[in-house]
């Protein structure tokens, strides 16, 4: 497991005439053992040939559609976390982790197979190409899913950006991206909030990717911390501004539809083999909703633009070309 991430303090000017925020109020650390996991079961930990067991099975109905995402195993003491990562990491490398320290408790976020991969992945590398083209591929760095540890629990992302500005290995991230079935779309706020909140401010954007295989379709949202009115103010909290994670923006992209593979005619005469077929051709271009999805410079590479930078903006035509893709690689 990674060492504990130093905090990570970031500037801002409060306006004049203005009290500062008041915190947004974190979920309490057992909601996250709760909040959208109502229907999960709660596996008792037996040893790592079980818990690997355990997985397998719920992956295999997963792909089937007949289980959901995500997994709890209480109680598992912290010493046992490494020895869990070992076959984790030569053999179920897609396994996401949170644990709760106090509850003992570990959460695992099992991928949809090659799709979910294919999805945050795919998105990450057109985010490296943009700033790539401005000349900053050096100054961005994509560190995977490595563990960061919160205030009272610890996580795991499924892919992050990091900019060059903080080099430690124990520095937050800028860019958070989690990604699972629409099933699971509301669990995926839950986790947002998490790396907003619990970063303490080093967090910048979370991107979250429901993805539906059988409609074909993308949901991308992006959640960062905003600074709103107050609408609970009272004598006791006169604080008129509040800071929490929302939602900012959202994007949809539905399609392309594949067309039905074409299957070749047989050659006459020639001997009884299996009738071949060419890949299934392309359908009706993506229909993209809510374009451009815009992420600010300022925000990933914590300073302001040079001459010849600017925000990563990613247009209808990216995001569309982006599913093709995707959806390309899964028939």
Known sequence: MAAVPAQQ????LTPPDTQPPAPSGQLDICDYLHEELEGVEHQSYCGLV?????????????CLGNAGQYAVFTPVMQDKLTKIDHPRDSHYKGLRFMYLNHEQALIVKIPA????????????YMCKE????????HELRDVGGRTFQGIASRKEP????????????SNWLTVVFECGVSESLKRLTVDSRWWLDDSAGGVKIVLLFSISKAARSIHIEKWEMLTVQNPHATPANPHPFVTRPMKVHEVDIAGPVALAPVALAPVEH???APTPAIPAPAGPAPVVTGAPLTLDFDKIFLRQPHQGEGNIILTAQDLGRYASDVWHFIQ
């Open 113 to 124: 197979g090659e799709l979910h991969e294919l999805v945050h992945r795919e998105f990450a």
């Open 270 to 272: 020639a001997p009884a």
């Open 158 to 169: 499924d892919t992050a950006f990091k900019p060059s500005s903080r080099p430690l290995e």
């Open 130 to 137: 943009k700033a790539a083209g401005m000349g900053l591929g």
């Open 9 to 12: 303090v970031d500037v801002y």
């Open 50 to 62: 079980k818990f690997t067991k355990a997985i397998e099975s719920q992956a295999d109905k997963l």
